[in-house]
């Protein structure tokens, strides 16, 4: 089944303490981004990908990290996470071959709590 | 500047009735727009776009959306409601950045509808 995996779908931590989101796709897409959703702000992009080893920040890119290692993988990182990176996050990815008109799929959404 | 504005936070209509949850955009060139639903504990789902070609585009579930390009609009329709149609939903433009063949994608903040049996 093509899908869009993230894990994990839930955690609670504390402030300054690493954690890393990953996202896995199996559709051999080359376009891959992060995104956070908050109460009456819509999606936010934050970092993408469009191919392996090549990145760019997104609107949003303050306290997180990406790497690109692979074309199936696009694990998020936040260093040290704070209060204010409490959000729900989504990854998604796509062909990329037409980025301005292509679909996107997204993951299921991992749930942050930073205390 | 790019922009895309749902106007809505949410939007009730009974159960049988049409509904319509609007959008409008701030694209310079021609606009790339798309409609997403996210139900609830899920991901988004795409459910239609526009690229170019004819202005009233079909999309999964029934719904369908009309380009307007005088208004500057988008919105997304449905002749009948369902009660599995309440779900939030985000309309999207897609525009190009500074780097060559890049582009972004800019979501609306999202607009709740509700279908009241």
């Known amino acids: 089944e093509a899908q869009v995996t993230q894990n994990p779908r839930y955690l609670i931590t504390v402030t300054g303490k690493k954690l890393t989101v990953t996202c896995s796709q199996n559709m051999n897409h080359e376009y891959m981004s992060w995104y956070r959703q908050d109460p009456g702000l819509g999606l936010r992009q934050i970092y993408y990908?469009?191919?392996?080893?090549?990145?760019d920040k997104g609107d949003v890119p303050e306290g997180y990290k990406v790497s690109r290692k692979e074309k199936r993988n696009f694990p998020l990182i936040l260093e040290s996470p704070s209060p204010n990176q409490t959000s729900l996050y989504f990854c998604?990815?796509?062909?990329?071959?037409?980025?301005?008109?292509?679909?996107?799929?997204f993951g299921p959404g991992t749930r942050l709590t930073v205390l | 500047a790019q922009s895309v504005a749902q106007p809505e936070d949410q939007v009730n209509v009974a159960e049988g009735n049409p509904l319509t949850v609007k959008c409008t955009y701030s694209?310079?060139?021609?606009?790339?727009l798309f409609w997403y639903v996210q139900y609830p504990n899920r991901g988004l789902q795409f459910l239609l776009k526009y690229i170019t070609g004819d202005n009233l585009v079909k999309g999964s579930y029934g719904f369908e959306a009309e380009f307007n390009k005088s208004q500057t609009s988008f919105h997304l329709k449905k002749p009948s409601a369902l009660v599995s149609d309440s779900a939030l939903y985000f309309c999207?433009?897609?525009?190009?950045?500074?780097?060559?063949?890049?582009?972004?994608?800019?979501f609306g903040k999202g607009t709740k509808l509700s279908v009241i049996p």
């Open positions: 998604a990815s796509s062909f990329g071959t037409q980025l301005s008109t292509d679909t996107q799929y």
């Open positions: 999207a433009v897609s525009f190009p950045l500074r780097k060559a063949g890049s582009y972004q994608l800019t």
């Open positions: 694209v310079s060139g021609n606009p790339y």
């Open positions: 990908s469009m191919n392996v080893e090549v990145t």
